[in-house]
């Protein structure tokens, strides 16, 4: 991308409330980015293997994003190091497949959780499949970042355009890792408050045949159905064979007060 475009995005990112930064190729774009005040550094998966590059960008202080495509573990942890080097805590990788556009079974998703515990950082992904598919099941993998190629309309002729969203399809996919956000949740047991209104509807104890005074309670006349007004089925073996104190009618829910000697 030609230098003298950069300042000019930056400028009209930032008045849209956006970050501005950019992926530097060599030592004197480091430099040229530095004088613009980025944020943040990238290194592209091509670059990965840059060590000195990775070096001067870590000893700016910033933090540095490191995209892993085509790189072995022992390559990520040769550039993780090199960011430390200086002195730098402020990594994260990005599970990256350098194919464009990447196919899904080429990705291996399964691999960011790994890549979290491997290499103690933060692990994002950078996406080159189409649609945000992919993108769903990294965020739900633990990815923390996504790095997606954006285009005004692929009609136009442009490097990434075969493999790029579109901005509505960029809202959808935003929209998507959100829901996953708010689906995945917490580790949580037990009803939620939206499932407060249907536990009623579990199954319960009920008395399913008119019992006369004195009579036996059996199989026959209580029953675990629904809705869940009776005593808990649990207490079916207790309440088998026990005596109905009074006279029971149909469809009443079962409870200890019916039962001769209440609860035991």
Partial sequence: MPWEWQP???????????????????????DFLEKLGVPVHKIAS???VDIPLIRKMAATGKPVILSTGM??????????????????????????????????GDMHL?????MRERFQVPVGLSDHSLGHTA???????????????????????GPDSGFSLEPAEFAVMVACVRETESALGDVFYGGTKSEKATKVFRCSLYVVKDVAP???????????????????????AEVIGRRAVRFVEKGTPMSWDLVDGGRR
Avoid: W
């Fill in 8 to 30: 000019r995005l930056k400028k009209i990112a930032e008045a849209m409330g956006l970050g501005f930064f950019s992926t530097a190729f060599d030592p004197t774009a480091v």
């Fill in 135 to 157: 993108v769903a099941a990294a965020v739900s993998l633990g990815a923390c970042l996504i790095e997606k190629h954006l285009t005004l309309s692929r009609k136009e002729d």
């Fill in 46 to 48: 091509f670059e990965l």
């Fill in 214 to 236: 004195g009579e036996l309670f059996s199989a026959d006349n209580v029953r675990s159905i629904r809705p869940g007004h009776g005593l808990h089925p649990r207490h079916l």
């Fill in 71 to 104: 790189a072995s573990a022992d390559e990520m942890q040769e550039a993780i190091e090199a960011v430390r080097a200086e002195g730098n805590e402020n990594v994260m990788i990005l599970r990256c497949t350098s194919a464009y556009p990447a196919r899904a």
């Fill in 110 to 114: 399964r691999s960011i959780p790994d």
